[in-house]
C-alpha cells in the first residue's frame, strides 16, 4: 500500500508521540519501553493500523507494535491514535529488513503478517514478507514457543509461504484456505483493511499460524 504522498507527512511522523523515533536504541528493552512486562506482539506491513488498533483496545494487557515502512500511510494509523489513544500501541517508520537491529533474540511474543505485499516477480521473492530470508529473521526476534499468523486473499503468494516453510524450522499449527467459512479459524478474527476490501469482492482468505518444530 502507497497513497499519495501528503505533504509534510515525514515531520508529523517525526513528531509524533505514537512513534518510536529511534527503535534501534530500545533493542532488548521494549518492555521497559512501555512500562510493563505484558507480551509484545507485532504487525509487520501494518499499513493503516486498524487491524492493531482493534486489538489492542479489546486486549489491554498485551502490548502491540506496528512497523509500516511509508510515512504517507502510517500518518492514517497516527490520526486514528490520535482520535483515541491506546498506552499499549507504538508505531515504527522502517523497513523489515531492519527487524534484527530493532528486536532482541526472543523480545516478541507473537507476529503478524496481514496481506503483506506479493512481490510476483522471482527475483524479488526474497523481499516476501513469509519468504525463508525472513522466517529466519523471525526466528530469532520470537519467543521460542511463540506463533506467527498470516493471512492474504492472494492464493499464489500463500501457496509460495507454505512452501518456504519446508526449507526452515517452521511448521503449520493451523492452516485455511477459507478462513471466514472455517468455524475454528475465523473465531476471534480482527479484519484488516484489505481484509474488507478482498472478501467483500468475494475472495476468500488464506490464513496460517505457524510454530518452530521442537520449540512448543
Ligand atoms: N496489513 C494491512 C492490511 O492488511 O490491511 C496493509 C496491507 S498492504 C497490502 C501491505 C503493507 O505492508 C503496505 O502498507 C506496505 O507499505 C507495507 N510493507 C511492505 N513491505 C514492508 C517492509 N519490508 N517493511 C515494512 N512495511 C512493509
Redesign the pocket.
Known amino acids: ?2 497513497l499519495r504522498n501528503i505533504t509534510g507527512s515525514r515531520e508529523m511522523i517525526g513528531e509524533s508521540r505514537f512513534v518510536i523515533q529511534e527503535p534501534k536504541v530500545l533493542r532488548g528493552k521494549w518492555r521497559e519501553q512501555f512500562g510493563s512486562g505484558n507480551p509484545i506482539h507485532i ?5 493503516k493500523g486498524k ?1 492493531l488498533h482493534t486489538l489492542a483496545k479489546q486486549n489491554p494487557d498485551i502490548n502491540y507494535i506496528g ?4 510515512s504517507s ?1 502510517l500518518l492514517r494509523a497516527i490520526q486514528k491514535s490520535e482520535e483515541e489513544e491506546l498506552p499499549n500501541l507504538l508505531f515504527i517508520r ?4 531492519e527487524l534484527l537491529e530493532v528486536f532482541d533474540k526472543g523480545e516478541v511474543d507473537r507476529i503478524y503478517l ?4 506479493p512481490w510476483p516477480k522471482d527475483r524479488h521473492a526474497k ?1 516476501r ?1 513469509p519468504s525463508e530470508q525472513f522466517l529466519n529473521r523471525y526466528d530469532i526476534i520470537l519467543k521460542q514457543e511463540g506463533r506467527l499468523e498470516f493471512k492474504t486473499d492472494n492464493r499464489a503468494l500463500f501457496d509460495f509461504a507454505v512452501e518456504e516453510l519446508a526449507k526452515t524450522c517452521w511448521t503449520a499449527e493451523k492452516i485455511t484456505y477459507d478462513l471466514h467459512n472455517d468455524a475454528d479459524m475465523r473465531e476471534g478474527n480482527v479484519m ?4 474488507e476490501k478482498f472478501s467483500t469482492m468475494g475472495n476468500p482468505i488464506c490464513k496460517y499460524v505457524i510454530y518452530r518444530r521442537g520449540k512448543v
Open positions: 500500500m502507497r504487525e509487520i506491513g501494518m499499513g487491524f512497523i509500516e515502512k511509508y500511510v522502517m523497513d523489515a529488513e496481514n496481506f503483506s505485499d523481499r514478507l484488516t483493511e484489505y481484509e
